[in-house]
């Protein structure tokens, strides 16, 4: 199954839900970062919510930035999302190993520990749209749960989901949903979607057992006339180049630049959102001394 996303409502519309499947994201994050399995567990449920938060912008150019900026032993992690289904992300420690949790599952929020949860989104406007809340328990999905009921007061359920192999280390399935009641929903309907929710298997049991988006959100709010509005695919996109990081180098201006050269090494910098290395020599410095020289 390819990595796509839906999203619906249900409940005369009192009821807004997305889902998911990004076990092809989880697992090219996994390959580029070569990250540890509960690292790749951590980045994996970020970028699933990324994904479906993302693709509640409304332009192209409108971007979905999620931080956890913590003291756990990942050090952080970043992921953005645009509004057509791409998503890029690293973990500032991507080897973190940990023992299993309790529950003898990965223990992502062991790996997050304390700190803020910083959500943006930059729509265009002069400033971003920001907000800030405390980590509650690092799992992720439980602290965008908070992050929607504190910062935005939209009651929400999160479920977010990374399965590794525990064999090839390799991401199995990865994926989650977001449900939202909308301002004025009944009572009723709110009990009746909290029931549901509470007696559903985590989403990794629904989509190891063959689930797609679809039936996941059918499964929840079938009995509340769940309608799909929207499909759309999603991938692992980073917006580097070349060209880009040049701009960069040119930015930098003739001083900086001509202090590498006289080093006489080449010059390689790393886009950390896909971990992709860009070599410069000495002579492609020189071109970019160059430019930068005419731009003054
Ligand atoms: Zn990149």
Redesign the pocket.
């Known amino acids: 199954m390819s990595d796509y996303m839906i999203r619906g409502t249900a409940a005369n519309e009192f009821i807004r839900a997305f889902a998911v499947c990004s076990k092809g994201v989880a697992e090219e994050a996994r390959k580029r970062h070569n990250l540890s399995p509960v690292a790749a567990a951590a980045l994996g449920r970020t970028m699933s919510a990324a994904l479906m938060m993302g693709a509640d912008m409304k332009n192209d150019s409108d971007v979905l930035t999620i931080q956890f900026v913590c003291d756990g032993p990942i050090g952080g992690i970043t992921v953005t999302a645009d509004s057509g289904g791409h998503v890029?992300g690293f973990a500032e420690n991507p080897g973190v190993m940990l023992p299993p949790n309790a529950y003898g599952k990965l223990d992502v929020g062991g790996a997050v520990g304390n700190g803020i949860l910083h959500v943006m989104r930059d729509i265009g406007l002069k400033e971003p749209y920001a907000g800030e809340v405390n980590i509650q328990s690092g799992e992720i999905a439980q602290d965008l749960t908070y992050y929607f009921a504190v910062s935005e007061q939209i009651p929400s359920v999160v479920a977010l989901g990374v399965l590794m192999d525990r064999e090839t280390a390799k991401v199995r399935e990865a994926g989650g949903y977001i449900i939202q009641l909308m301002p004025g929903c009944p009572d009723d309907i709110a009990a009746e979607l909290e029931k549901a929710c509470v007696s559903a298997p985590p989403v990794t049991t629904m989509l190891a057992e063959g689930g797609t988006p679809e039936s996941i959100l059918t499964d929840l709010l079938g009995g509340m006339g769940f309608r799909v509005r929207e499909q759309m695919p999603v991938a692992f996109k980073?917006?580097?180049s070349r060209e880009r990081v040049t701009k960069a180098l040119v930015a930098m201006g003739p001083g900086q630049l001509k202090e590498l050269i006289a080093e006489g090494k080449p010059v390689t910098l790393n886009?950390?959102?896909?971990?992709?290395d860009y070599t410069f020599d000495t002579d492609m410095l020189k071109a970019i001394l160059e430019r930068a020289s005419k731009k003054k």
Not at 271 to 276: A, V
Request: glycine residues 0%; charged residues 20%; neutral net charge.
């Open positions: 890029k980073c917006d580097c886009c950390h959102f896909c971990n992709t």
